[in-house]
């Protein structure tokens, strides 16, 4: 059973940075595609970053860009997400998703695949 919990939300003042970290087990980690999402109060949950089974390849939402980075440690089962610059209106909960290979980039990027973590919030605000 896929299993994802994410830790390293809070509050934080603009400018500022926060790492968040999905631990991951019950299935092969080093096989799935990692990404995090994101939702916003009384918005629909959007995507923020993936990257692949490799670490290799990521993928970012343009909002984030030079800002946020991804990463995994397929030794420890856990992907990263360092965010760093923070404005108001990253304020959202943050969402760990696994992807099995079979299923695509887009499909991935859309949120309607894979498993979920519980969330963890971030609070950007003076």
């Known amino acids: 059973q896929v299993q994802l919990v994410e830790s390293g939300g809070g509050l934080v003042q603009p400018g500022g940075s926060l790492r968040l970290s999905c631990a991951a087990s019950?299935?092969?980690?080093?096989?799935?595609?990692m990404s995090w999402f994101r939702q916003a109060p009384g918005k629909e949950r959007e995507f923020v970053a993936t990257?692949?089974?490799?670490?290799?390849?990521?993928t970012y939402t343009d909002s984030v860009k030079g800002r946020f980075t991804i990463s995994r440690d397929n030794a420890k089962n856990t992907a990263y997400l360092q965010m760093n610059n923070l404005k108001p209106e990253d304020t959202a909960v943050y969402y760990c998703n696994a992807a099995g290979p079979r299923i695509g980039l887009v499909q991935i990027m859309s949120g309607n695949f894979g498993s979920w973590g519980q969330g963890t919030q971030v609070t950007v605000s003076s």
């Open positions: 990257i692949d089974w490799s670490g290799e390849r990521t």
């Open positions: 019950g299935f092969t980690f080093r096989n799935y595609r």
